[in-house]
């Protein structure tokens, strides 16, 4: 090397010494992975574009699209249990 490491040498570093999990863990890959899922949630049912113009408008588009997702996501979101 170049006595410089790239972002994928140290997090596979960080894999070799803990392990896949506590990679994740100390990287917060699963807190994206959610984010992500959220985000590509909301754009297939909401869809990736403001109908409205003005600001006003625009925020309360955002605000109903949110209590439509959010009373979805209550209705319909797993519940994962842990078996040991």
């Given amino acids: 090397m170049h006595g410089w490491a790239t972002q994928r040498d140290t997090h596979l570093l960080c894999i070799a ?5 506590g990679w994740q863990r100390a ?4 807190w994206r ?3 992500e899922a959220d985000i590509s949630r909301w ?3 909401i869809g990736d574009g403001l109908r409205s113009q003005t600001d006003g408008r625009q925020a309360t588009e ?8 959010n009373h979805m996501l209550k209705r319909g979101r797993p519940e994962y249990v842990r078996i040991a």
């Avoid at 010494?17 to 999990?21: A, L, S």
């Fill in 43 to 45: 754009k297939r049912v």
């Fill in 27 to 30: 990287s917060g890959y699963n």
């Fill in 33 to 35: 992975a959610l984010v």
């Fill in 17 to 21: 010494g803990r392990g896949r999990m």
């Fill in 62 to 69: 955002m605000a109903i699209a949110a209590k439509v997702l």
